[in-house]
């Protein structure tokens, strides 16, 4: 009891202002800010819904750097950045610590296996690597077949293969040699590297800029600086499909339809649906304002998600290519990566800000999901208070932030923050409802 009564008064303590203002404050400020292993907070927090959660953990912003390039696991738990100044850093499951990946150059792309076990990239050194998750540690040796930089890197379904394209304007297929033994590893790193070239071409005369493998496994399509796209096979590197220009700009991205049969792509500011067979295009999906920087689809292949330097992601219909909602607004710069998770519950982007952002699908596709960021507005913060208020005239408080997070707030109840900045404060919900203001008696569930 004397411990519990101890936490109550250093809870007053800190959360005086807010619970002065309102008794309702009690619970909706300050028992969100409570240090998670107090005895208030343990005692309490189930006994409530709806309430917000902050998430301040993140990247080391390191100076001026921004990411540039990143790629999300298939199973939505591993992310990997890689910043302006050259460091390459893996995240798991949302930790505050990051794996660094010694690599030499400056990295163009990146890419995991379909089991999220592996991950590849491709560098401005001419190389194409393969890192293990687990460890962080090299799977096999630095591969320099290119005589260009690598700017795109895809592995087979099956992750037995990685194809790479490059500025030399190549594509070029690896067989993935995954050694853990640790002697055998070491020993394998003085063996010739070319031994594990499968076959390069030159199909088309443009530097790549993407590839992909079929679902089956059997073909790849590369997309080209030039907006052309060649579909390959992928045992032997025979052209199969050639598909002429649907917008000249780089193809940025490009998948394969759960069936194979069609190839979505990212060129310009749209993104273009295209049957390789019928050399037809089916849509092409209007609404970023900058250029789309990467695409992702659901397993079920029911819609596509893209990001862009807009600051944007759009989802759209994969049949038809309406927009299936408004756009996410979250990130405050350019968003350069963007995945579904396997099981299609969240979807997951990465900013050039230093955020990363996991967003849950049911409430994405949902039109009620932005209610808070509505009523917000843009000047929703009352800086010297520390009030989030009303952005009507009445500005209704409707919560209360500490101190020491007054400098940089950003409030969503669409996503939330896994990693980020340090000074950046991501207010969220876990809850299907955010309760706030005059609805801040709907949060309790103790004694029902």
Known sequence: MANFLRDAILFVHLFWKAIEFSTAHIYISALPFAPKDSLVYQTFSPLFKGLVSFETFGVDP??????????????GRIV???????SVRMWKDGGKDATVLDHVGQVRAVTFSADSNMIATGSSDNSVRIWDVADGQLVMPAQKGHQGPVQAVAFSPDATHLASGS???????????????????????????????????????SPVSSAAYSPDGNYIASGYVSGTVQIVQAATGINQYSIPYQDH??????????????????????VFCVDPVKRASCFSATGHTAQVNMIARSPNGQFIASCANDATIRVWSADTGNARRLPLLDHSGPVVSVAVSTNSGSLCSVGSDGTIREWDLTRVLSSTARILLTRLGEKGYEQDS?????????????????????????????????TANWKHLGVTSKDANLYYGEEWAECWIGGR
Not at 80 to 86: D, E, F, L, Q, R
Not at 250 to 262: E, T
């Open 62 to 75: 390191q100076g001026d750097s921004k990411i540039t390039v990143a790629a999300v696991s298939p199973n």
């Open 80 to 86: 990997v950045a890689v910043s302006s100044n050259g």
């Open 167 to 205: 500025a030399d304007k190549t594509v070029q297929v690896w067989k993935v040699k995954k050694v853990s033994n640790t002697w055998l590893k070491r020993l394998q790193h003085k063996m010739a590297q070319i031994l594990a070239l499968l076959w390069s071409s030159g199909a088309a005369n």
């Open 249 to 270: 700009n780089a193809i940025k991205s490009l998948l394969f339809s759960p069936d194979g049969k069609l190839i979505w792509m990212a060129s310009g500011q749209k």
């Open 386 to 418: 520390g009030w989030l208020v009303d952005s009507s005239p009445s500005k209704q408080r409707l919560l209360w932030v500490p101190t020491e997070y007054h400098d940089d707030i950003k409030a969503s109840i669409d996503s939330r923050i896994i």
